[in-house]
């Protein structure tokens, strides 16, 4: 069973730049996988950020880039700023009307 | 704006059924495709099932803990997804989310999740 790979979790300084990952198991992440990345803070449905790997939703800032860092799908947030601690996760697309979520990265802002 | 509302959560006993219902606004229903997600408590977002429009066939999918157990369905006339839960488990519980499938392939908007407790 393929397993959706995210570092459980991360840290970054006010105004620092922050990278976050989503991998697969097995295999290379790429375009095909139609990544995207979901925001959520606890008790809240989840906010999309990015789909289709770069494509910022709507009313995103442009702090958040989604990308394709080697073998992995990438979330880069700069200027990290406090509220954006919160859950990070993203989901890839296995063809056949089948999607599977990473476990989540917990950002911490400190 | 769309919005999604979910509803039919509540307790129930392991080996129980229940159906929650997700009703749909501000969005043409009968041409979305529709997934559910679910979130057990403290852990992480997990893709439950798909249902696609008529006009894609209406065919379902799901994922494997769920599959044979929970069956996903629609009706367009009351812009309104469904979700049937059978033989449920304790591992069930968990916040049920509804959302819009955008092509190519990104989830938008959520709903704010309806909470099913399984438990004796």
């Known amino acids: 069973q393929t397993v959706v790979t995210q570092e459980p979790s991360f840290s970054v300084s006010p105004g620092g730049t922050v990278t976050l990952t989503c991998g697969l198991s097995?295999?290379?992440?790429?375009?095909?996988?139609?990544p995207s990345w979901y925001q959520q803070t606890p008790g809240q449905a989840p906010r999309t950020l990015i789909y289709?790997?770069?494509t910022r939703s709507s009313g995103v800032p442009d702090r958040f880039s989604g990308s394709i860092l080697g073998k992995k799908a990438a979330l880069t947030i700069t200027g990290a700023q406090a509220d954006d601690e919160c859950d990070y996760y993203c989901?890839?697309?296995?063809?056949?009307?089948?999607?599977?979520f990473g476990g989540g990265t917990k950002l911490t802002v400190l | 704006e769309v919005q999604l509302l979910e509803s039919g959560g509540g307790s129930i006993n392991p080996g129980g059924s229940l159906r929650l219902s997700c009703v749909a606004s501000?969005?043409?229903?009968?041409?979305?495709?529709m997934i559910w997600v679910r979130q057990a408590p403290g852990k992480g977002l997990e893709w439950v099932g798909l249902?696609?429009?008529?006009?894609?066939?209406?065919?379902?999918d799901y994922g494997a803990p769920v599959k044979g157990r929970f069956t996903i369905s629609r009706d367009d006339s009351k812009n309104t997804l469904y979700l049937q839960m059978d033989s449920l488990k304790t591992e069930d519980t968990a916040v049920y989310y509804c959302?819009?499938?955008?092509?190519?392939?990104?989830?938008?908007?959520w709903g704010r999740g309806t909470l099913v407790t399984v438990s004796s």
């Open positions: 959302t819009h499938v955008h092509p190519p392939w990104y989830f938008d908007p």
């Open positions: 097995s295999g290379s992440v790429s375009t095909s996988y139609y």
């Open positions: 501000g969005l043409t229903f009968r041409n979305a495709w």
């Open positions: 289709s790997t770069n």
């Open positions: 249902i696609r429009s008529k006009a894609d066939g209406g065919t379902t």
């Open positions: 989901v890839l697309y296995m063809g056949s009307g089948i999607w599977v």
